[in-house]
């Protein structure tokens, strides 16, 4: 989910913990337990400062380690902790379960939307991504919204929370009730289907679609249920050439194919140099496949300049290209 989204769970968090009966009894404990739950809804993704460093290494490690299973576990231990070093008074047990439930919630909702974690690290490096919520559902957030008010009006935080997650649930089940019957779609058409990867937008009618055959990927989108097959492309491996052995060693192109399980390429040859980039079939926006990885590389197969992320438009991606050299 996005920031504000877990940011907005920690405090419902926060506000559910007012049904635990000891809570209830203490109020320097449920404001730990409150600052508990908001940090822990947001520590998993202390690794957005890897932004600053540069796009491969931040799309290698985004939602990766961070949300593991030993991460998860060492938040749970070092959040309420460092809380409970600045209130040693308050119940560390009942700091620890409120603050590892933020965690835990935060990881958890992350899988199901089109981006998804490596939640089951260090079992499995697979990303796990369910897709059937948005990153930014406005539904999600709008419901949070509301009981915030509610609690700042003056109803009960906990039942107020409480049914607002009920409700929530029941959402999540018919996100996924819907994706079902779409994929099962897909698979009665195309007898060959190897995997299908559905993104929802931020509209809750209108969903991308991307479909693996043995022989093909098709780009769709469904709206109100109806499948529209946009592009077509042939599955093709990558190319055992020189030029491609070369740009796949870059960092930025190694990135991308850590990351994208869906993608085609392309090899252009200019005067004085070839580029070769990767498109990432699943975000298809506005005619545009945004979330590409390029490498560039002169006649002697050295890389002059190389970039992976989202670019919008082509003139974009060429300033990036030029701003930066490999």
């Known amino acids: 989910m996005d920031t504000g989204t877990h940011f907005a769970m920690g405090i419902a968090l926060g506000g559910l913990a007012t049904l635990d009966p000891v809570i209830q009894q203490d109020p320097t404990l449920f404001h730990a337990v409150l600052t508990g739950t908001i940090l822990g809804s947001q520590a998993p993704d202390i690794d957005t400062v890897l932004k600053l460093r540069n796009n491969a290494v931040y799309i290698r490690n985004h939602r990766g380690i961070t949300h593991s299973i030993p991460a998860v576990i060492l938040w749970g231990i070092a959040i309420p902790s460092l809380i409970y070093a600045f209130a040693p008074e308050v ?13 835990i919630l935060h990881v958890f909702v992350d899988i199901f939307n089109a981006y998804g974690t490596q939640a089951y690290r260090p079992f499995s490096k697979r ?4 897709g059937f919520i948005n990153t930014f559902d406005p539904y999600i957030f709008l419901l949070h919204i509301i009981g915030i008010i509610a609690w700042s009006i003056g109803l009960h935080p906990g039942y107020t929370f409480l049914i607002i997650y009920f409700v929530i649930a029941l959402y999540y089940v018919k996100r996924y009730l819907e994706k079902r019957e779409m994929v099962h779609k897909i698979q009665d058409y195309y007898k060959d289907v190897e995997n299908v990867v559905t993104s929802p937008t931020i509209r809750h009618n209108i969903w991308r679609i991307a479909i693996t055959t ?5 780009v769709g989108r ?5 499948i529209v097959i946009i592009d077509e492309f042939k599955r093709k491996p990558l190319p055992d050439l020189p030029v491609m052995n070369k740009a796949i060693q870059d960092d930025n192109m190694s990135a991308f194919l850590s990351f994208s399980p869906i993608y085609r390429w392309e090899i252009d040859e200019y005067d004085h140099y070839t ?3 990767l498109i990432d079939l699943r975000y298809r926006s506005k005619g545009r496949y ?3 990885a390029v490498v560039t590389l002169d006649n002697d197969l050295t890389i002059i300049s190389s970039y992976t992320g989202w670019v919008f438009s082509e003139e974009k991606l060429q300033k990036k290209l030029e701003a930066l050299p490999t």
């Open 127 to 130: 990303w796990v991504a369910y």
């Open 222 to 226: 469904a709206v109100n249920g109806n």
């Open 214 to 218: 043995k022989d093909s990927f098709y």
């Open 91 to 103: 119940n560390f047990f009942h700091l620890w379960l409120w603050s590892f439930l933020a965690v």
């Open 290 to 292: 945004p979330f590409v």
């Open 275 to 277: 580029e070769v980039r």
